[in-house]
């Protein structure tokens, strides 16, 4: 059911594209506005459908995240250039790409299991993808400073990725500690040293380094903050994958 507004969305998220790229700004706006409400109606279809919130599984999350971003890409317009809302509009589509490309036995509603039947999950989530989506846009800044040489890198551009860094790594924290209260109430302790626990503390402490740089050039930042949506990532997706532990859900 939610399939048609996905790839109605994914398309008019491209017809967006072009029309920022034709550098017609206005149109370019409005026809995002519509995409994010195609993509937004395509997640209450899966959250009808599967009956709990879309974030339960890969591929509601592959749906989700693309729709964070797209939400900051909209209604914080005044942050961002038109170029760096057509790097924001190409990630959005690839994800959403993903998402449409996984294996039907990946898409098919599940449910909850009881350890999920809890009131920490929509903290300890979102809070997560929150996190996520600042990432995103701070490895967007970080590749806009890597691909240009350190003298002509608008020093408004560093601010802002610092800024997205701050507001990941408060929501990853806050992800973090729910976790370890969502834990306890679930199974009995804390923090069990689980695979994808582990890689959430090493997340944690890469983003920590990011402050903590004693000579923070541009491209030193930059490269951390690329580092640690990579960790990101593999915490996410790879550990799923290739670690099994206390949270193989997918």
Known sequence: METPLLISALI???ISLLLYHRQNSRSAYLVLLAALVLHFGGLVARS???????FTNMYETFVLLPFLVALRTAFWKGSFSDRFRKILIGTIMVILIIALLLPQSMKIPKPLMPALNSI???IHVPAYFFG???MIIAAGYAMLILLKKEAVVPENIVRRMDNEVKIAFFFLTVGLITGGIWAYAS???YWAWDPKETWALINILVLAFYFHLNVA???KKAVV???ALLSIAFTYWGVSFILSGLHSYA
């Open 217 to 219: 050039t541009k491209q």
């Open 12 to 14: 008019v998220y491209g």
């Open 48 to 54: 009808v459908i599967a009956r709990h919130p879309p």
């Open 225 to 227: 903050v690329i580092i």
């Open 187 to 189: 199974w009995g302790n």
């Open 132 to 134: 996520y989506m600042a």
């Open 120 to 122: 920490w999950m929509y």
